[in-house]
């Protein structure tokens, strides 16, 4: 999620950090919403690789049911997504926008950060191997040839795959998984949940190139028109949000009733490249924010959400309804409304603030802190279900806040050097 500052009005370049009031009216309170879904995230992946038997064992089938449907999930962070790519790139009157600049900016925001915990993750992966766990060669004369040169088509989680292990990362696997590139060659994450990042970062470049080759035709006096501009842009990204939609439809009418449950959603939604279907809710997003903040684009996004609600009744997937309750919940706040100053709102608003880092290492910190909790207190009840989850909740928690720090932070500061407006003044 981006936290950058609020651009001026500038010549293209690089410039000092500018830091902006935080009543801003350009600001908006949607940080204790970005903090709920991360911990929803979080969770689902610690029960989905970790939790899971024993919570059953625990509390009994409903468990698995109300984890896989009563939460917010990956549609809610797309949503998000959408409405704050949106926000970065909202029209004002007399100005151009430098895609060039815009992309250093994003490359250095999101794409460092989430090439450093690749590695991580890489190397978490590569653990269990370094520790005593038997290692196929697979036809490699060492490991260090096995990693240049061998590509498994994918990789898993070890510990969760003891009867057959997968092999760890290679090195062309970690091009791929740098490069955004891993759908077209048919492989998993890095890590769970890295798969959005994916797919935001492909959604991302697709649409900025629309963008840049849009922009040549909205010129004028040598400046481009950004709210027309915008509005074009607003009706391109209906149709894409349609057609996702639409597809979505068909794919929930191949699998019929296997898609009353939460784990058999993957099938409609996880399609051979999942942008061609969770497209549907970045585009809600930035048509939300379009429609409410900026008042135009109000039939693209009310028929994104007709849609949504068509989808709601016909498909009965727990992730149309996230996506409808998160962009309910929305447009008040991006209306301008502030939520109270509870204790518990101020500790989501926390984590809201640090969710991108929470989001990058809690499949790397908090994943390895439940498998190996869970080989030492193998004998213990099934209530520690309970502990154990709050521990990785709060151990990822505390392992995002120092990689915000040492990683996320330089990474934010360098990039809001490089300025993507200008007015065209010298």
């Known amino acids: 999620m981006d936290h950058s500052a609020e651009t001026s009005s500038r010549p293209y370049g690089i410039h000092p950090p500018v830091r902006s009031a935080i009543h801003s009216p350009d600001r908006f309170d949607v940080d204790a919403l970005r903090g709920i879904v991360c911990l929803s995230l979080a969770s689902v992946h610690f029960f989905q690789m970790a939790l899971r038997e024993r919570a059953i064992r625990f509390a009994g089938e409903w468990i698995d049911y109300a984890v896989w449907n009563l939460r917010f999930g990956v549609e809610s962070f797309l949503v998000l997504a959408g409405l704050l790519l949106a926000h970065n790139l909202r029209p004002r009157a007399g100005e151009s926008i430098s895609v060039r600049a815009y ?43 096995y990693f240049l040169w061998n590509w498994p088509a994918d990789t898993g989680h070890s510990e969760t795959e003891n009867d057959n292990p997968s092999p760890p990362p290679t090195a062309k696997m970690m091009l791929v998984w740098m490069s955004f590139t891993e759908d077209f060659f048919g492989m998993g994450s890095a890590a769970p949940g890295y798969w959005s990042m994916v797919t935001l970062e492909q959604f991302y470049l697709l649409w900025l190139t629309i963008f840049a080759l849009s922009a040549w035709f909205f010129r004028r006096n040598s400046t481009g028109d950004a709210e027309r501009l915008m509005k074009w842009m607003s009706l391109l990204t209906f149709f894409a949000g349609l057609a996702a939609g639409l597809w979505i439809f068909y794919r929930a009418s191949l699998v019929g009733e296997e898609t009353v449950s939460g784990a058999n959603s993957l099938h409609v939604f996880n399609a051979p490249f999942k942008l061609t279907t969770y497209s549907f809710f970045l585009s809600l997003g930035m048509t939300l924010y379009w429609a409410i903040r900026n008042q135009f684009a109000q039939i693209p996004f009310f028929s994104l959400l007709l849609l949504l609600i068509v989808m709601v009744v016909y498909t009965n997937l727990s992730r149309t309804y996230a996506a409808l309750i998160t962009a309910m919940a929305l447009i008040p706040i991006c209306q301008g409304m502030r939520l109270p100053d509870w204790g518990v ?47 990785a909740i709060g151990i990822s928690i505390g392992a995002g806040w120092v990689f915000y720090w040492l990683v996320e932070r330089p990474s934010l500061n360098f990039a809001r050097r490089f300025e993507y407006r200008s007015s065209g003044r010298s």
Not at 349 to 371: D, E, K, P, T
């Open 103 to 145: 992309l250093i900016r994003r490359f250095f925001r999101l794409v460092i950060p989430y090439w450093v915990a690749v590695m991580l993750a890489t190397a978490n992966l590569w653990l269990p191997y370094f520790s005593g766990r038997e290692f196929d060669l697979n036809g490699a004369h060492s490991k260090a040839d």
């Open 345 to 391: 709102i101020r500790f989501l608003r926390f984590v809201g603030r640090y969710s991108y880092s929470i989001y990058l290492i809690h499949a790397v910190v908090g994943l390895r802190f439940l498998y190996l909790a869970d080989k030492k207190l193998a004998d213990q009840p099934d209530w520690w279900v309970i502990p154990l989850w709050l521990a």
